[in-house]
């Protein structure tokens, strides 16, 4: 990534972290806000940084995944119920019942992932309206099951939301971790994620699998003839796409809070396309976009702890819907290239017809 | 192929349109019919009776006169909302705002219905119900103008910057239904906005009925924008830009305003939807009325074929749905939610008609739906 992006992501990021230490000083020493806003920050980038990995895969080998906010919702649901189910039905302690619960989401992310795989790459459907399908019948089954499930009498749990076993605890649980600033307010999903663009960098730029992944999506024709399989590379990168959604999903119930609500990922597997175009369509990019919406949501929820230390002449920033704007504001202006535009894989959304 | 094209010249032209129209429609009718069995087996896995579930729905949806008339109501903001993502489509453009458009719409109509009596302007319903409705309207084609002009100038894609209007629109609209607009109403807990003034309604056509103006109106409109596209420069230089936005620009079209005049038209129309809820139905906007307008209408878009008479059809459809959903889910205590499933489904085997022409051995073949392209724009 060129300096000018990279600039442009400091700049708001130190921006948006000034106009919480500017309200919060008169209360809280300087360094406490910062490392407040910057666990806070990384932290609810995750779905978004996993989102973005996860639209990078599909993507790269030339499938555009806009279905990804669909897929993270329907893992967020499945993953919860799988974590209530072991702990309430099967008595499982709260840990590994909440581990299981995050296998669940990463495989019903997988599901959504070889569905939206069959529907672009074996019956070429149009992929934006493939993903669409996957959006809306993420909302139709979510919203079935939760109330089929939770809120019918005759269902296994009997007609009640039971106690949910909890939320992944912080590392800094571990003795050696706990006095490590940032690091120990984190919990082991948002690590996983900051483990996984490195992993992904590794894997796409360093191996054959991503090297042919990588010419499926610039030129499937070429990867074609010399030897490799463009349906069987695409399936596998969509099914990944779809396995790293399913862990942003699992994020929403299993790590931020212990319960489930329609519609609860608000946009943000949406967002994460954005992170994913301004970071160029490479790991290290999508991250480093996913830090700076993550920064934009931390400063709404900074600032609510001010909220009585808001100068009158800055009372827009009082209201939560208005701060709220943020992330959705920054997506569009980053869209319109202004900071540098970014070129997409050159086959992302064409079938391949042999 | 000759055969064919023989065979259509001979015959009279009104029988050779009803043939196509059955031929369009076999495909659509398919998957409506696949999608109700698939989401049969998931009412009979979930432990319901998929059979007493659908006999629910039709007797909810048109088992009596009141019935038929709340089908109408429902189906009126479908065909505007609808009409607004298919005229995108036609235009090469795929507006997921319509949601945001559509609460917009009734935002700024709702502040017009209620606001203007309290400024103390009277005016007669004979102005005050069209002020109020374009009211919507225009703040509908803003909305949908913004993304327009961001894709026409930068390339940014209208996907992501409709979806990202809509998460604006809820903002502000929750902003503004919990602040300045709310009910003052001491017995109102809600984020909703006073009720617009007598002047300012759509009224009913029968007493006793809940049927409106509105939905003859959507079918007016629904004409109109079939006579945009089809008989119209300007529907045809839309059309042409969906199609071939190269040979367009060769032909000397302006690409680029016609891509703003296309979000406009469509916003206009989403935004009609919510106006026309607000000033025919419910006389206000309420928070969380608007949620799943927008994919519904991407649903109904594509099952009418992007053209208005299959969006007025597969808007009734839908609307049957959601208005018989309650009555099936009294009798049988099946969640309404499974109509969402199925018209997911339903939007599944739209897109993916290789699927049903797979099950039902079909060899007529149409001509692709052109749709959308990649991020390049």
Redesign the interface.
Known sequence: MEWKRFGFIAFIIVALFSIVVLIGQARDPIPTIIISMAATTISVATPLTLGALSGVFSERAGVVNIGIEGMMLTSAFFGWFGAIYFNTILKFEAMPSLILGVVIAVLAGALMGLLHAALSITFKVDQVIGGTVINILAIGITGFFNRQLFFEKNSIFGGNVPHAPGTLPSVGQVPFLANVPILSNLQPIAILAIVLVFISTFVLFRTRWGLRTRAVGEHPRAADTVGINVSFMRYVNVIISGCLAGLAGAYFTLESVPSFEPLMTNGRGFISLAAMIFGNWTPLGAWAASLVFGAAQALQINLQFYRELIPPSLSLLQYPYIVGLTPYILTMLILTGIIGRTVSPAADGQPYEK | MAEKEKTSSSQPRISGWLRSGLNTMLVPALAVLTAMIVGGI?IAL??GNPFAAYAGLIEGSFGSLNAISETTVWATPYIFAGLAVAFGFKGGL?N?GAEGQLAFGAVMAALVGYGLPLMGVDLPAVVFVPLTVVAGIIAGGIWAAI?GW?KA?????E???T??????AL??T??LL??PMKDNNPLNVVARTPLIAESARISTVFPDYRFHWGFILALLVAVLIWFILWKTTLGFEIRTVGTNPDAARYAGVNVSNIIIITMVISGALAGMAGSIEVTALNYRHELGFA??YG?DA??IA?LGKNHPAGVVLASLLFGAMRNGATRMQFNT?I?V?????????I??FV??D??VRYIYHIRIQQDR?V??????G
Do not use: C, E
């Not at chain 2, 100038?153 to 894609?157: A, D, I, L, M």
């Not at chain 2, 979806?163 to 604006?168: D, V």
């Not at chain 2, 749709?371 to 390049?376: F, N, P, S, V």
């Open positions: 998931v979930a432990g795929f997921i993304p961001l100038k930068f390339g940014g894609h996907v992501i910057n979806i990202m209007m809509n998460y604006i903002n502000i929750s902003y919990n602040g949620v799943g994919f991407i649903a594509l205590q969640p939610d499974i109509i969402s499933i199925i018209q997911a489904l939007l599944l897109a993916a290789a699927i739906l749709l959308t392209r990649g991020w390049g």
